[in-house]
């Protein structure tokens, strides 16, 4: 499979601490790998520097082939790398509609953006419902989806997902992850950070385990699953 993301020697650091420490990963067409690890691992820090909103201070980014490192974020939506962040992040002031249409401010296909605002009411129905409502006063998992809806506009070869199931009710966890699977049967390359290790491990091709900054395990996804250090360290058994 073409790898479209490598990381090689990913080094970022905050003031005098360095929150990753050359770490190396690549995701290829059509996978879903997910980078697992606690709190404070550097998995957030680390999608953050790919997609360019936070400066990397060592290390390669390779993406479609192309060095990418030192590149904004605009550019990288652009090329079709798109992240949904930690948080979510939606335009509260906005209507779920123009939430969507703010997705594809890299694009001026006037009618595929409008194809594209029903595919997400298709995928999203609940979006749909709403469509006229401002942003802020939807619930945490409705946000998510506008989130990702949002992220999908830009018609994304690779989507990073950013612990897209954090704070949300146990139901509404469900429904992400069946999102997830469902975006990424339709042929979108995603990479999931995530500290819901064994939803993360159920539904990935391969998995990144991140410890203190660095990768300390990766392999096929199943099979961390069932690893007894894996399952010790945070699945909690």
Request: glycine residues 12%.
């Amino acid at each position: 499979m073409t790898v479209l993301l490598k990381v090689q020697g990913l080094q970022v650091a905050y003031g005098g601490i360095q929150a990753v420490k050359g770490i190396d990963f690549e995701v290829r067409q059509g996978e879903l790998v997910s980078l697992i690890g606690s709190n404070g691992a550097g998995k957030t820090t680390t999608m953050k520097a790919i997609t360019g909103t936070l400066p990397a201070s060592g290390g390669q980014i390779e993406y479609l082939g192309k060095l990418v490192r030192g590149q904004g974020a605009w550019d990288l939506v652009k090329q079709g790398l798109a992240m949904v962040p930690e948080g979510r992040g939606v335009f509260a002031r906005m209507t779920i509609t123009e939430n969507l249409q703010m997705g594809a401010y890299t694009r001026n296909d006037k009618a595929e953006i409008a194809k594209d605002i029903e595919k997400m009411f298709s995928i999203f129905p609940r979006l749909r419902e709403r469509k006229d409502q401002l942003a802020g006063t939807m619930s945490g998992g409705e946000q998510q989806m506008l989130a990702m809806g949002r992220a999908l506009m830009s018609r994304p070869k690779v989507l990073l997902l950013d612990e897209p199931s954090m704070g949300l009710s146990p139901i509404m966890v469900d429904k992400i992850f069946e999102v997830v699977r469902d975006v990424h049967a339709q042929g979108v390359t995603i990479m999931l950070v995530e500290q819901n290790a064994s939803r993360a491990l159920a539904i990935a091709d391969r998995a990144y385990v991140m410890e203190s900054g660095i990768i300390t395990m990766n392999g096929d996804a199943k099979t961390m699953l069932s690893d007894p250090k894996v399952r010790a360290a945070y699945l909690g058994e």
